[in-house]
């Protein structure tokens, strides 16, 4: 598949230090998506990228590049081949790091910015980045690392994976151990949800169409639902999902975000702070979650699982009711859902606008109820699409109704070899020093803020089969209303 070249801002010269070079999102993500940038023009002129891991994990220049050429010829849109994977191969090294001896990794650094220098650019003028993908137990020692090793020195950067911490005081230890380090300007939070083109198209169609935002209310809607259905078990993950389950693993770190996206008011412009601070009053209007307002489900034989406690109380699907207490959404209830082994793989929000307060037309049984109509549908998983279902009238003599709807797809509007995969995207902007798309650290504090009566004293979870969308109950917490997904 050729890959268009981009001619939007590029970053000046990087060094970009992978930690966790070795592991699972590198080779799906992280390397393909850097390989990306660099066919699609968006990577600096003079560039090197540097896997690091711990010395159990040691390997040689080469065989990084041969692993970084085989996760690229799994996972990567452009398959590594010809000149442009020379030229990305020429730029990738190893160095290994441990908290006790960082010295590899420094001089690998050192040589990176000595090898831009020489191509015309002096080391004052490099950035660096550091990617953190790593387990959550290792940041702390890996951004003390930085610190005692001067690696975080000038203006470097870094980029943290989810989840931020499990709760309210583990999130604010996190932010003080790496703010101890590096000043919040140069921290990055990454949530891939946020690069994508489509949930980015939230902001667009609302705030760029004056047919939208004045309807975007509590006056005109009834509900949002925010919905992520998985089809996945919990295969492979049992360590990590049966510490973590479905509210942090994807409610806090995900869904939230996008609830910020939805909800937010206007900003002033799309730059970084004017959108995150409308987005943080977002999370400070948020009531806390009633637990009388949470369903946690959990799949037939999850407990049977390798690697699962035999009495795990852990929920493997949520759905929450969230309070949004703020003059344009008081009254409006935003319901959240995500889970593994569900009916479907979806990504969906779903504004449900109130109905006509008179009925003038004859009901019929074949139409569809007017409550699964009136809806704005925006599936922001890959490549996205917006739709609004709506009744009109059936051809023929009667004034007889039936649900149609209008649809703006990506797939079908727009070429997709110009679009950047949610990682490449803000990969890219953490190079530019954009933190539009990036979380902040009081917004994530007041998300687990919210969250403390459900952690502290979650309801007992119920059991789904396999392949539906949960337990019933998930139906009661939404009614009148009904979910989209169902």
């Not at 403390?452 to 009148?480: M, N, R």
Request: hydrophobic share 40%.
């Amino acid at each position: 598949m050729s890959t268009a070249r981009h001619t939007g801002p590029r970053p000046g010269n990087h060094v970009i230090v992978l930690f966790g070079a070795t592991g699972d999102l590198a080779k799906r993500k992280l390397l393909p998506g850097l390989f990306h940038l660099s066919v699609a023009g968006l990577l600096p002129d003079n560039y090197r990228i540097i896997g690091t891991a711990p010395p159990e994990f040691a390997m040689s220049d080469a065989d990084f590049a041969a692993h970084a050429e085989s996760a690229c010829e799994q996972f990567c849109r452009t398959k590594p081949a010809g000149d442009a994977w020379r030229d990305f191969a020429s730029r990738l090294s190893f160095g290994v790091a441990s908290p006790e001896d960082p010295s590899p990794l420094v001089s690998a650094v050192e040589a990176a910015e000595k090898a831009i220098g020489a191509a015309g650019s002096g080391p004052g003028s490099v950035g660096r980045l550091f990617h953190l993908a790593v387990p959550p137990a290792a940041f702390g020692s890996v951004v003390g690392m930085l610190g005692s090793s001067g690696l975080s020195k000038g203006d470097a950067r870094v980029i943290i994976e989810k989840p931020f911490g499990v709760d309210l005081d583990s999130a604010r230890a996190l932010n003080d151990t790496v703010h101890a380090v590096f000043d919040e300007s140069r921290v990055f939070r990454i949530d891939h949800f946020l690069g994508k083109e489509s949930v980015d198209n939230i902001l667009a169609f609302r705030f760029a169409n004056g047919l939208f935002e004045p309807i975007w209310n509590r006056d005109h809607i009834r509900y949002v639902q925010i919905d992520v259905p998985e089809t996945l078990s919990i295969e492979g993950r049992a360590a990590f999902y049966d510490a973590t389950g479905a509210y942090r693993d994807m409610v806090v770190t995900h869904l939230f975000q996008v609830l910020g996206f939805v909800a937010m008011e206007p900003p002033t412009s799309l730059a970084a702070k004017p959108l995150r601070d409308e987005k943080g009053k977002v999370f400070d209007a948020l009531k806390p979650i009633d637990v009388r307002h949470v369903v946690r489900g959990q799949y037939a034989g999850y407990r049977s699982s390798p690697g699962v406690n035999p009495r795990s109380d852990t929920e493997t699907m949520v759905a929450v009711r969230v309070e949004v207490e703020n003059w344009r959404w008081h009254g409006v209830p935003f319901y959240l859902r995500s889970g593994k082994s569900l009916a479907a793989g979806r990504q969906v929000v779903t504004l449900g606008f109130r109905e006509p307060p008179l009925r003038m037309f004859r009901a019929h049984r074949h139409d569809a109820p007017m409550g699964r109509v009136n809806e704005i549908v925006i599936d922001f998983a890959d490549p996205g699409s917006i739709k609004i279902e709506f009744m009109a009238k059936k051809p023929g003599p009667e004034m007889t109704l039936g649900a149609t709807e209008m649809k703006f797809s990506y797939d079908d509007s727009f070429a997709q070899a110009n679009a950047l995969e949610g990682y490449e995207r803000l990969i890219l902007l953490a190079m530019l020093g954009d933190q539009s798309l990036f979380t902040r650290a009081d917004g994530i504090e007041r998300v687990w803020e919210i969250s403390e009566q459900l952690l502290t004293a979650p309801p007992p979870v119920e059991e789904y089969a396999p392949g539906t969308w949960g337990p019933p109950s998930v139906d009661k917490l939404i009614a009148p209303h009904r979910w989209y997904l169902h």
